[in-house]
């Protein structure tokens, strides 16, 4: 990526997110079926190893998730993991507000909306 980086700086032409190879985002999955693939095999998902570009697999939020990426995000911040009506419950607010602000949902809402739904259950 600094490679990359420093040539577009010199030349002043940015880099899309998406650019197979040197994009940010290139790596990044949102389909809910992808999501064991991202980050236990990301060779079975992805042409190269995000390894090999100084970047990782990610999985974002977003309309085309699914529960696999509920409790894959729920293990990244670190929140307890419950059971799986509460996960559909927290997949059907992430795919509403998706697709309400037309983008992807930031791992700060997915906390509030996760918390909001775990205080439910208690």
């Not at 985002?25 to 991202?38: A, C, M, P």
């Not at 409790?71 to 670190?78: F, I, N």
């Amino acid at each position: 990526p600094e490679l990359g980086a420093l040539v577009s700086r010199i030349t002043g032409v940015p880099i899309a997110a998406n650019k197979p190879i040197l994009g940010s985002k290139n790596f990044t999955r949102e389909s809910g079926i992808g999501v064991d693939l991202v980050v236990k095999e990301p060779l079975a998902m992805f042409g190269t190893h995000p390894a090999l570009t100084g970047r990782a697999g990610d999985v974002v939020l977003g309309k085309k998730s699914g529960k696999a990426s509920i409790t894959y995000t729920l293990e990244k911040l670190g929140l307890p993991i419950p059971d799986d009506a509460l996960v559909g419950e927290m997949l059907k607010q992430v795919k509403d507000k998706g697709i309400a602000k037309r983008g992807l949902v930031t791992d700060e809402e997915f906390s509030k909306i996760a918390r909001d739904v775990m205080a439910v259950k208690v």
